[in-house]
């Protein structure tokens, strides 16, 4: 039987259009782009254009984006650099929910010595502003909470926590890994002075990424070597996956509204599909305050990797992918308050681009043979 891809939080397929510019840029364009010859021209154009495509997307000007390896790179610059660039304040502010890639470095500079504050959330799984206000001192310098959550969808109400750091003037940092190319984002409006861009997560390539720094903020690198990406990033860039970033950016910034409004309807025909299945059945977070594309569901009294290993035709998650490897809890759920039994029968299904209404429909008969049988 056809696979059925319920998976698009862990990773997309790269799409033919960017496939086919990474090939140019692989095959055709494949200069150093430091090089001042013709084919390093070519190369260094095809890159600052992809560099506008991905500003434009977000709403940000070209020099302030910053190609990186992926997700957790960007997140591991903005964080570290930003610690490393301070000279007296050592407060940080996140939230518990966070992705590995914002947590680990966290903790890791809590061994360096700051000290970081790790916010709860409510049972739908999103951070109150007003405990963002609170947990601020003297000494914070950087708040970081994600746009939306890689397990849930929950959006998180950023452009509040945004408005609040910029007012006490502490730098403010997003990992929009997950909504980037799914919903609008704007730097602007969220008032962020870092974001963090994941390009498999929107149909480009693993292995690419971008890190919004807003202009006029002081980071330090991480890594070091010569002044590529403003010294931020060393190391030859990589021109072929960063120009698919930029087609990718391209595609999703012309049709995002239209996509983003047909997903969140087939979304909810899988959704009530299920419901009318298993009655008992739970969902995380509020469909209204969630990425269009992105369903978690429990089905108390079951397993999500039972239910997952007996339908093997549907590709989807028991949580994130990243530790998605055995029976526990994930700390996303466990943040919210949910209980064992709920979390552990707990399937998170993300569609894409490429889900049909046929897929659901098939979907939903492979499931409803399941509990059936």
Do not use: W
């Amino acid at each position: 039987m056809k696979k059925i891809y319920l998976d698009y939080n862990a990773t997309s397929p790269v799409l033919p259009e960017v496939r086919d510019v990474i090939d140019y840029y692989l095959t055709e364009a494949f200069g150093n782009p430091s090089c001042g010859h013709q084919i390093g021209r070519l190369a260094k154009e095809g890159l600052e254009e992809a560099r506008s495509k991905v500003a434009s997307l977000i709403q940000a000007s070209r020099e302030e984006i910053i190609f990186v390896s992926g997700g957790t790179e960007a997140n591991n610059l903005a964080l570290i650099g930003s610690a490393l660039a301070q000279t007296r304040k050592k407060h940080i502010i996140t939230t518990r929910i966070e992705h590995p890639s914002v947590l680990n470095p966290l903790i890791k500079l809590l061994e360096m010595g700051f000290d970081v504050s790790f916010l709860p959330v409510d049972g739908k799984g999103y951070v109150d502003p007003s405990d963002v206000a609170k947990a601020i001192r003297p000494d914070t310098f950087l708040v970081s909470v994600m746009l939306a959550n890689n397990e849930t969808g929950a959006i998180q109400p950023v452009a509040e926590i945004g408005k609040i750091c910029r007012e006490k003037e502490i730098i403010f940092h997003t990992d929009a890994a997950q909504a980037v190319g799914k919903i609008p984002v704007s730097v602007k409006e969220i008032n962020c002075d870092l974001l963090t861009i994941a390009g498999h997560k929107m149909y480009a390539p693993k292995g690419i990424g971008a890190l919004y720094v807003r202009k006029g903020l002081s980071l330090s690198p991480i890594i070091f070597g010569a002044g590529q990406e403003k010294g931020l990033r060393p190391g030859t860039e990589p021109v072929a996956l960063a120009c698919g970033l930029g087609k990718a950016a391209e595609i999703a910034q012309k049709d995002l509204p239209a996509e983003a409004k047909r997903q969140k309807e087939l979304r909810e025909k899988l959704f009530e599909g299920l419901k009318s299945l298993y009655p008992a059945l739970v969902r995380h977070a509020d469909p209204e305050l969630t990425l269009p594309n992105t369903l978690s569901v429990s089905f108390p009294g079951k397993l999500g990797s039972e239910i997952l290993a007996a339908i093997p035709a549907i590709c989807a998650s028991t949580g994130a992918a990243c530790h998605d490897r055995g029976e526990t809890i994930s700390h996303v759920l466990h943040a919210m308050g949910v209980s064992k039994e709920v979390a552990l029968g707990t399937i998170r299904l993300s569609l894409g681009r490429h889900t049909s209404y046929q897929d659901i429909e098939t979907a939903l008969h492979l499931f409803r043979s399941y509990f059936a049988g």
